[in-house]
C-alpha cells in the first residue's frame, strides 16, 4: 500500500448577480453568487476533488454528474462527506490541506475561522492541518473583475496501516 498519496484540486464558478456566494460553507455578504447546479462552494468542490485525486478515483463531475436531478441544488458538503468516506474506505486519513482561494471582493479574512472549522468538522481532522489563505486577482481578468471566484487545493493522505 502506498503510504502517502497527494491531490490537486482546482474550481472556478461564475459569479452573477441576484445569488448567494456560499464559500468554505460560509454565506459571504456580496452583491452576486455562483451560478451552479449546486450550491457553488468552489471550496468544497476543490476539496473534494483533491481527495478524489489523491486516491484515483473518478472527479467530482463524474461522481455527481450535474445532469442528474439528484443533486441539484444539493449542499456541496454531501460531496465532501463522500470523499471523506471513499477515503476512509481506501484506508487513508488527512495528513494535511493547503487551500488558495481566489476572489477580488469581499475579503475573504473575516470569514476565514468559520470556514476552517467547517472544513476541519467535514475532513474529521485538527484545526491544525487545516491551512487556508485568500488572494485577490489584482483586477485582472474574470477573477479580478468580480466575475468569478476560483480555489486551488493540495491534499497529503497518509495510510491508516503502514505495515
Ligand atoms: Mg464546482
Redesign the pocket.
Known amino acids: 500500500m502506498i503510504k502517502q498519496r497527494i491531490g490537486h484540486g482546482y ?3 461564475r459569479l452573477e448577480p441576484g445569488l448567494p456566494l456560499i464559500v468554505g460553507g460560509v454565506k459571504f455578504e456580496h452583491d452576486r453568487g ?1 451560478a ?1 447546479h ?1 450550491d ?3 471550496v468544497y ?2 476539496v473534494t476533488d483533491a481527495i478524489l485525486g489523491a486516491l484515483g478515483q473518478d472527479d ?1 463531475g463524474q461522481l455527481f454528474p450535474d445532469n442528474d436531478p439528484k443533486w441539484k441544488g444539493a449542499h ?1 458538503r454531501v460531496f465532501m462527506q463522500e470523499a471523506v468516506k471513499l477515503m476512509r474506505e481506501a484506508g487513508y486519513t488527512l495528513g494535511n490541506i493547503d487551500i488558495t482561494v481566489i476572489l477580488e471582493r469581499p475579503k475573504l479574512s473575516p470569514h476565514k475561522a468559520a470556514m476552517k472549522n467547517n472544513l476541519a468538522d467535514l475532513l474529521g481532522c485538527d484545526l491544525s492541518q487545516v491551512n487556508l489563505k485568500g488572494k485577490t486577482h489584482e483586477q485582472v481578468d474574470a477573477l479580478g473583475e468580480n466575475r468569478a471566484i476560483s480555489c486551488h487545493v493540495v491534499v497529503l493522505l497518509n495510510a491508516v496501516d503502514t505495515k
Open positions: 474550481d472556478l464558478h455562483c451552479a449546486s457553488g462552494d468552489v468542490h476543490a467530482i456541496s
